[in-house]
């Protein structure tokens, strides 16, 4: 089974970035990363093919958030620009868009 370790989370007041790191023990095709605010459920957050060129992203976080990949380090990032309190979750990647085979997370928090 495919091991996911997340990173890069922190606090950060709004408008600030940030960039979450994904580092996968093997290549996996399709990655996602899915997020899970305070007494919320899981949410799909953006996606990317294993050849960096197709991705997609939730209409809360597109023109914000960037995908990308680096085969050679079996990583996937997401580049957080604009952030808001109410992106303010813990952060997962995951082998599918439900958030299944995920790591162990990473808390991003966006307050002043």
Do not use: H
């Not at 953006?46 to 597109?62: C, E, M, N, Q």
């Not at 958030?65 to 050679?72: A, H, K, V, Y």
């Not at 992106?87 to 958030?99: F, I, P």
């Amino acid at each position: 089974q495919v091991q996911l370790a997340e990173s890069g989370g922190g606090l950060v007041q709004p408008g600030g970035s940030l960039r979450l790191s994904c580092a996968a023990s093997e290549f996996v095709f399709w990655m996602y990363w899915v997020r899970q605010a305070p007494g919320k459920g899981l949410e799909w957050v953006s996606s990317i093919d294993g050849g960096g060129v197709d991705t997609d992203y939730a209409d809360s976080v597109k023109g914000r958030f960037t995908i990308s990949r680096d085969n050679n380090l079996n990583t996937v990032y997401l580049q957080m620009n604009s952030l808001k309190p109410e992106d303010t979750a813990v952060y997962y990647c995951a082998t599918d868009y439900l958030g299944g085979g995920r790591g162990q997370g990473t808390q991003v928090t966006v307050s002043s």
